[in-house]
């Protein structure tokens, strides 16, 4: 190991997935929120994304104050009922991506903590897709975790970058950021001043092979030769 004193580490499609053998382990194929809602698919995707930003930077209090701004934005009816179906449909759904972790994740953050490397989550999150965070395993490993919503900044802004080492109490430059790549994360934390390092060991094939620019680690332990 080189000498870095502190690792960031993404969450979703890093630590963990949401997908098993190139399928989302929950099958969301039956399901048509949009409906049920009264909205079209179209719209309702529209309006939920145009809703990410806020939602994942704690503008909204909860789930259910975003999906009320959503619904009372198109004039429609708040289903509590509906509201709370989809609210746990949600929970669960984000519930199986912390089932299954690999055992060289496990593996790497242990090693990582032998050495004395101070470790830190940083992820894009709202409140739903992170309950089973405190009981799946990797909370143990970590010194600090920004959630987004908490900290109310997300990546690729790089204050949350800067939050997280002044919390660690390391600089910048000691410290390097694993991600997967999404939310343009790894531009985020190279204007941040860490070293960035794309983890493609969650990614499907076709991903992997589509050049972000960072050097590529094919699996967990591969982190280890950076560090």
């Known amino acids: 190991m080189t000498h870095v004193k502190a690792v960031l580490f993404d969450l979703f499609e890093t630590l963990i997935s949401e997908f098993a053998d190139g399928a989302r382990k929950v099958d969301r194929a039956n399901r048509n929120d949009a409906a049920r809602l009264g909205l079209t698919h179209e719209v309702y995707r529209k309006e939920w994304?145009?809703?990410?930003?806020?939602?994942?930077?704690?503008?909204?209090?909860?789930?259910f104050a975003a999906m009320r701004d959503l619904l009372g934005g198109q004039n429609a009816a708040v289903p509590e009922q509906v509201l709370r179906e989809l609210y746990e449909e949600r929970v669960l759904e984000k519930k199986a991506a912390f089932a299954d972790i690999r055992p060289d994740v496990f593996e790497l953050l242990e090693r990582l903590k032998r050495g004395g490397v101070k470790l830190a989550l940083v992820s894009n999150c709202t409140e739903e897709e992170v309950v089973s965070w405190p009981d799946c395993g990797l909370a143990a490993y970590f010194d600090e975790v920004l959630f987004s919503y908490e900290v109310r900044l997300a990546k690729p802004d790089p204050s949350i970058?800067?939050?997280?080492?002044?919390?660690?109490?390391?600089?910048?430059?000691?410290?390097?950021?694993?991600?997967?790549?999404?939310?343009?994360?790894?531009?985020?934390?190279?204007?941040?001043?860490?070293?960035?390092?794309?983890?493609?060991?969650?990614?499907?094939?076709?991903?992997?092979?589509?050049?972000?620019?960072y050097p590529q680690l094919v699996t967990p332990l591969a982190a280890l030769d950076v560090v």
Do not use: H
């Not at 994304?49 to 789930?63: C, N």
């Open 49 to 63: 994304g145009a809703r990410s930003v806020k939602r994942s930077t704690g503008a909204f209090a909860d789930y």
């Open 161 to 213: 970058y800067k939050l997280a080492c002044e919390r660690l109490g390391v600089a910048p430059g000691e410290c390097v950021f694993i991600g997967d790549g999404g939310s343009d994360e790894l531009n985020g934390a190279k204007a941040a001043g860490i070293r960035a390092y794309q983890a493609v060991w969650q990614l499907p094939p076709s991903m992997r092979e589509r050049d972000s620019g």
